[in-house]
Nanobody, 120 residues
Framework: QVQLVESGGGLVQPGGSLRLSCAAS????????MGWYRQAPGKQRELVAT???????HYVDFVKGRFTISRDNAKNTVYLQMNSLQPEDTAIYYCNAAEPGIVTKVFRSWGQGTQVTVSS
């Protein structure tokens, strides 16, 4: 089981920025594609950005150009730089493996997430 601890969330005004961090126990995450997910009130958790072990990234359309995912394998940490935040970005943000099967069979848990609230 991999322990994941997300941090860096908070309250920010529209147009503002936040940088989220996800620290993992052990170095196992370095071999897996990782992702940032978010869950808004009343909605299902959705994957918004992924980065594979080689550093290739992918974003869903509604965050493309505003969010940047990165990783530091030496620190077992994944980051999400979020710029030009909008109220619709308000959600709890989680990190985990990008592939559902890896989440279920290898990581086997979710962190507590970090709350991001975008409001004036």
């Amino acid at each position: 089981q991999v322990q994941l601890v997300e941090s860096g969330g908070g309250l920010v005004q529209p147009g503002g920025s936040l940088r989220l961090s996800c620290a993992a126990s052990g170095s196992i995450i370095s071999i897996y594609a990782m992702g940032w997910y978010r869950q808004a009130p009343g909605k299902q958790r959705e994957l918004v950005a992924t980065i594979n072990s080689g550093g290739r990234t992918h974003y869903v359309d509604f965050v493309k150009g505003r969010f940047t995912i990165s990783r530091d394998n030496a620190k077992n940490t994944v980051y999400l730089q979020m710029n030009s935040l909008q109220p619709e970005d308000t959600a709890i943000y989680y990190c985990n493996a990008a592939e559902p099967g890896i989440v279920t069979k290898v990581f086997r848990s979710w962190g507590q997430g970090t709350q991001v609230t975008v409001s004036s």
